[in-house]
């Protein structure tokens, strides 16, 4: 097995290119502004990037609709913008992964336009069209169908409107989806994030779904035919065959509605490298808050290891995207960081690729809006039940001038009061800010074969705090954390354990309120 594989050992960071860094001024960020930021980067310790869209886009989900695959958005700039954003990336030692959305297009897609056209139009079955709709429900709200009037019929779309599901069915449609692999590919990208990949396929009959409890429309069904079917699995072997005609190519996928047993079925040596299980970032129906202590964690954790593990399939972690409330949001209290210091030890310490979203490692936190400047389509629809996603886009912060060294201009989406303080220079200046703990562990982890491969192996403690191992063959990582107030003294497994990092400089086997300790055996 070779000693550093990027996607398995590295660790990948999530950029929102509309939010990262604006290199002309007009408020919004750029690919030119990316590169120009590649140099922190390479100094944080990534290994590759994710790319959220920057492809043309109408805007009707903030480039997850998408009007040409293969293109850049002229106000994200070219492709020759592109080219050099791949060499400067890879000059650095940084491989680059783009998101493909592939189970929707935008309706101003060249394909929808002429789909939508006439009935006879050659692409009229690249989409799904029919004289009645059944019941699904678009996950953005109201039925999943759009009555168009032009030729009569109803088109499926299963997030917005304006994002009209392609027919996976059509073999032209996915001879044209996979030369949108090549065409990356041939561009130097190494390796693809599906967005909703196992929707791509629908029950070919489009029975209703049956129902069952919920509280949205979208939720009073068991979604059976509209997700999940069987024919993914060949696209899937098809679409890894030509991945691996590339060097050391990957795939992630996002999976929708996850469970770690669903995302192991669609990874392995002739389908995906990786699915997202978002073990950490799911809540309960019945109980509409993301829970967090680390006796649900190390559930989590265990459920996840069992699966993984039996499966074969190397897991990912993930605490934030740009669809999720931020880490920091979800579990600190004002502007204290105790609780992102642990959310990001985790993210960083458990078996599994890392993906970081930008703005974590210096525990951003979600801007809130009012009702009447809110962007994002299903925070239009729900207000004020759910506010959208714009909460988690906000403009990253670099430093403490206007718009936080974002732009020169007013930003898209407000930026957060709190940048005076919190910005990435003001955390790269602070020895223990959670930049600079971010950086350290991921030194750490480049240092250490036990925190990248090692087995996951769990250890008893007092409730309140939680506690692993990460072994290897000669090499025993143990990582403490206390999630709460009080102090607890902990039976360390026996040997000689040195500190390779702790958050208050105690010895090993104490743990100060809301200490990580990781140790290692000597
Ligand atoms: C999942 C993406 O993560 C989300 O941002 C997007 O709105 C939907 N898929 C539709 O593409």
Redesign the pocket.
């Known amino acids: 097995m070779k000693d550093f594989l990027w996607w398995r050992d590295g660790v990948i960071y999530q950029i929102y290119p509309r939010s990262f860094a604006d290199s002309n001024g007009d408020g919004l960020g750029d690919l030119a502004g990316i590169i120009s930021r590649l140099d922190y980067l390479a100094d944080l310790g990534i290994d590759a990037i994710w790319l959220?869209p920057f492809y043309p886009t109408p805007d009707k989900?903030?480039g997850?609709?998408i009007s040409n695959y293969v293109d850049v958005d002229p106000r994200f700039g070219t492709l020759a913008d592109f080219d050099r954003l791949v060499a400067e990336t890879h000059r650095r030692g940084i491989r680059l992964i783009l998101?493909l959305?592939l189970?929707?297009t935008s309706d101003q897609h060249s394909w929808f336009l002429e789909s939508r056209s006439s009935r006879d139009n050659p692409k009229r079955d690249w989409f799904i069209w029919r004289d009645q709709p059944n019941n699904w429900q678009a996950?953005?709200g109201g039925q999943a169908w759009e009555y168009d009037p032009v030729t009569g019929q109803y088109y499926l779309h299963?997030?917005t409107k304006e994002?009209p599901d392609v027919n996976w069915r059509n073999p032209d449609v996915r001879k044209a989806q996979l030369d949108v692999f090549r065409f990356w590919m041939e561009r130097g990208v190494d390796g693809f994030r599906l967005?909703?990949f196992n929707a791509y396929f629908k029950h070919p009959g489009l029975p209703d779904n049956p129902p069952k409890f919920g509280l949205r429309g979208f939720d009073r069904q068991r979604h059976i035919y509209d997700i999940d079917q069987p024919e993914m699995i060949p696209f899937l072997n098809e679409m890894r065959l030509l991945l691996d005609s590339y060097p050391e190519r990957y795939a992630v996928g996002?999976t929708?509605f996850a469970t770690p047993q669903k995302t192991v079925s669609y990874c392995g040596p002739d389908k995906l490298h990786a699915a997202f299980s978002f073990d950490f970032t799911s809540m309960d129906l019945f109980y509409p808050v993301y829970p967090w202590n680390p006796c649900w964690v190390m559930e989590q954790v265990i459920k996840r290891e069992q699966t993984f593990n039996a499966a074969g399939v190397w897991p990912t972690t993930v605490m934030s995207?740009?669809?999720l409330p931020r880490t920091a949001s979800r579990y600190a209290r004002g502007e204290n960081d105790s609780q992102p210091f642990l959310a990001m030890s985790l993210l960083l310490t458990l078996r599994g690729t890392p993906f970081i979203y930008y703005g974590e490692e210096i525990g951003l936190r979600d801007i809130h809006l009012r009702h009447s400047e809110i962007l994002d389509p299903p925070g239009k629809k729900y207000w004020p039940i759910y506010k959208g996603?714009d909460g988690c886009r906000s403009p990253m912060q670099w430093n403490d001038s206007t718009f936080a060294g974002f732009s020169t201009a007013k930003p898209w989406l407000p930026v957060h009061p709190n940048y005076i303080r919190r910005n990435v220079a003001s955390q790269q200046a602070d020895p223990d800010s959670l930049f600079n703990f971010t950086k350290k562990l991921l030194a750490l982890r480049k240092e250490i074969p036990a925190l990248r491969r090692g087995d996951f192996i769990p250890l008893e403690t007092p409730p309140g705090m939680l506690a692993y191992l990460r072994q290897i063959e000669g090499q025993s990582v143990l990582v403490a954390m206390n999630f709460g107030g009080r102090n607890f003294k902990f039976t360390l497994p026996d040997g000689n354990w040195r500190v390779l990092l702790t958050t208050t400089k105690d010895s090993p086997g104490t743990l100060n309120p809301y200490e990580i300790q990781l140790l290692i055996l000597e």
């Open positions: 959220s989900d903030f997850y609709d998101d959305v189970n929707h996950s953005f299963l997030f994002q967005d909703v996002e929708y995207n740009h669809d996603r």
